[in-house]
């Protein structure tokens, strides 16, 4: 025996990016018990997840991105739709972004399944 645990060098190479991977989907605390809705826009797609007065959205397709810039404003149609909502503003990355949202005084607003009406 060699006397080594965990699975060495080899293991390793293999579940550091499996880790990565698992990630890459990963709803931040506050939503995690939120099922997604998915909303293509512009060729981005988003997994937009809504609880109150914040909303999420990650971009689940592999697209170059360098900053934040374009995908904030697909982001916020995202979040808009699905949440029925204004967004006031959004912050993250260029993968994950919470967005702020205005409801109003509608209560069917902010429903993560709200389709306008």
Do not use: H, K
């Given at each position: 025996?060699?006397?080594q645990?965990g699975?060495?060098?080899?293991?390793?190479?293999?579940?550091?990016?499996?880790?990565f991977?698992?990630?890459?989907?990963?709803?931040?605390?506050?939503?995690?018990?939120?099922p997604?809705?998915?909303?293509?826009?512009?060729?981005?797609?988003?997994?937009?997840?809504?609880?109150?007065?914040?909303?999420?959205?990650?971009?689940?397709?592999?697209?170059?991105?360098?900053?934040?810039?374009?995908?904030?404003?697909?982001?916020?149609?995202?979040?808009?739709?699905?949440?029925?909502?204004?967004?006031?503003?959004?912050?993250?990355?260029?993968?994950?972004?919470?967005g702020?949202?205005?409801?109003?005084?509608?209560?069917?607003?902010g429903?993560?399944?709200?389709?306008?009406?």
């Amino acid at each position: 025996m060699m006397g080594q645990s965990g699975g060495g060098p080899i293991m390793r190479i293999f579940l550091v990016p499996l880790l990565f991977l698992a990630a890459c989907n990963t709803p931040g605390r506050p939503f995690q018990d939120v099922p997604p809705v998915r909303m293509e826009v512009a060729g981005s797609t988003f997994d937009v997840r809504v609880r109150g007065e914040l909303a999420e959205a990650i971009r689940i397709n592999p697209q170059y991105a360098p900053r934040l810039g374009a995908l904030e404003v697909l982001a916020a149609f995202a979040m808009a739709e699905v949440s029925g909502c204004e967004v006031e503003g959004v912050l993250g990355d260029q993968a994950v972004m919470t967005g702020i949202l205005d409801c109003g005084d509608n209560p069917e607003r902010g429903n993560p399944l709200w389709m306008g009406g």
